[in-house]
């Protein structure tokens, strides 16, 4: 693995004594996410990655050229490379050859720690051993010595020794790789042509000379994938819809055994869109060498534009000299360590000001030899520049408005983008967790957020005035944009469905109770006029051949009547949902169910409310005592 240590044996040659054997496969299967992050769509590509980049490996090292990846029609994906193939010479501690240890031991790739830039495996970088752990049958051909060599193997395990099963020119070699994932393991096995073919683009613009070529056999797709221009390419790729600025600036160096090489091209638009990557891994969450890049890059147009007297008073910023930029920042570099939550961000400190040097020396350069294009980008970041400016000063007056009582919404209010009330909903939500899973899960569109911190003030208790300057009433007042008593107007409201979304126990049932008492006594008309909604989330997922929702235990005995003992879940609260979860059970139009609440409903609430919160107390100790035994009050 490219991010280990050093301390271990080192070893500089290549050849069979060069495998690096570390014990333990058996954890594969039993967590095979720990190593290739997931076992749905994107771990089942991953083995794909994991194979080919032990190919790219061989091409970096300069033996080899073509690589071809072929999704056959029973399944599987094949691997051919035409690089010097895996050893099967006898490991000299094993004592067998080291293809089988290669494949059947983990981290026994052809791994060398430092000696070569590595791409080695991908995001988790653990290679072969692991794609055979997780195939159901994998089989590994090895051109060398002038013969075809072979072994096939079961969930990792060998079928039978390594044999010889054909000759050819001495000369040619190369090692292909077969494997069929194992489907006890993988939510899907159908391997997907154009995600294989965005990874192996990509591979082939960071590695240029290299010739990728991905089919399919079912639908006799095709596509190769050979960059001459390498990140030049990559970059007219990116801007290939854009209306661009300027060729593009292209810089190559090697410092302290690390190789930085980036692109730039900016467009006429706004977008940021800046690529990284080290050792072609996809460092999605930047890291070092992108703070290193963006800091030179912005203090290399501001001493262009300062010593060409085109700034006013005001350095540009960091933003307003990225709008517009397209760039790629590709790294080798010996011993990466990957960081962050998908492990995707470069954490090697040193790397920053490397790249920062390199950056800040050719751009300097670069300017200065091409004046024309360095006005058009200082230029570029100086409209951006005016332009946050008076987004500013205008983004103040309306602070200073709303501070005057013309505007000002709820901060808690996550509003959506239509202005219209028509078509729009406001969902009032319990708490701000499921408010914030909420937020996620709504279509921000039509759909908006207001969550209420634990219970509304009891009304029940509370005199008007009061009740009015209690922060969550007035929020819920403020957002549905009515005003209240005398100067309620119907049309003010600014949406056409009032959604209550509270957690299907006691506590949601208590909220809804305090809403519905609070809407019937100070705004009844929204209830008249049909706006007020209560969402229905369901109690259970039941699990078996896919995800069931059940919105009642009645509903959970038919089902589990009908489909046996599978696994049940109880959302004790939206909290518990995910936000697709949440999104599809209770807040799509298309699938959730919704309870339109009439003034009978309303009536109830604040009968019932009454008698809970009221001053009396008989009444209070009657009705616990009559619905003790109902864990939930239903309305
Ligand atoms: C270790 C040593 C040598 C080649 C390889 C590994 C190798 C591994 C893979 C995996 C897929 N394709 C590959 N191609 C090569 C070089 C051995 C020698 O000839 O000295």
Known sequence: MSNQKSGEEKVKSYGAGAIKVLEGLDGVRHRPAMYIGSTGKAGLHHLVYEIVDNSVDEALAGYC????????????????????????????????????IAVTKLHAGGKFEKDVYKVSGGLHGVGISVVAALSKLMRVRVKRNGKIYQQEYKIGKPLYDVKIVGEVDKDETGTEVTFY????????????????????????????????????????????????????????????????????????KEKDKVV?????????????????????????????????????????????????KMLKNEALSGDDVREGLAAVLSLKIPEPQFEGQTKTKLGNSEIK???????????????????????????????????????????????????????????????????????????????????????????????????????????????????????????????????IGEQFKIEDLRYSKIIIMTDADVDGAHIKTLLLTFFFRFMPKIIENGNLYIAVSPLYRV?????????????????????????????????????EQLWETTMNPKTRLLKRVTIEDAAIADELFSKLMGEDVEARRQFIAEKAHEAQIDI
């Open 181 to 252: 994932p194992d489907e006890t393991i993988f939510s899907t096995t159908d391997f997907d042509f154009s995600v294989l073919a965005a990874r192996m683009r990509e591979i082939a613009f960071l590695n240029k000379g290299i010739k990728i070529v991905l089919e399919e056999e079912k639908t006799n797709k095709k596509e190769v994938f050979n960059f001459e221009g390498g990140l030049i390419d990559f970059i007219k790729w990116v801007n290939k819809n854009k209306d661009v600025l300027h060729k593009p600036i292209y810089h190559i």
């Open 353 to 483: 000001g490397i790249v920062d040097s390199i950056t800040m020396d050719f751009l300097s350069e670069f300017f200065e030899e091409n004046p024309s294009i360095a006005k058009e980008i200082v230029n570029k970041g100086l409209e951006a520049q005016r332009a946050r400016n008076a987004a500013k000063k205008a983004k103040e007056l309306v602070r200073r408005k709303s501070a005057f009582g013309f505007s000002g919404l709820p901060g808690k209010l996550a509003d959506c983008s239509k202005t219209k009330a028509e078509n729009t909903e406001l969902f009032i939500v319990e708490g701000d967790s499921a408010g914030g899973s909420a937020k996620m899960a709504r279509n921000k569109e039509f759909q908006a957020i207001l969550p209420l911190r634990g219970k509304i003030l009891n009304v029940e208790k509370a005199n008007p005035v009061t009740v009015l300057s209690n922060e969550q009433i007035s929020n819920l007042i403020t957002a549905m944009g009515t005003g």
């Open 65 to 100: 050229d073509l690589i071809k990846v072929t999704i056959n029609k029973d399944g599987s994906v094949t691997v051919v490379d035409n690089g010097r193939g895996i050893p099967v010479e006898p490991h000299p501690i094993y004592k067998k050859p080291a293809l089988e």
């Open 260 to 308: 930085v090489e980036f692109a730039i091209q900016y467009n006429s638009g706004y977008q940021e869109n800046v690529l990284s990557f080290v050792n072609t891994i996809n460092t999605v969450e930047g890291g070092t060498h992108v703070s290193g890049f963006k800091t030179a890059l912005t203090r290399a147009l501001n001493n262009y534009a300062s010593k060409n």
């Open 543 to 579: 699990r078996k051949r896919g995800d069931h929702y059940v919105y009642s235990d009645e509903e959970l005995k038919s089902l589990q009547k009908e489909i046996g003992g599978a696994e049940v879940q109880r959302f004790k609260g939206l909290g518990e949902m995910n936000p």
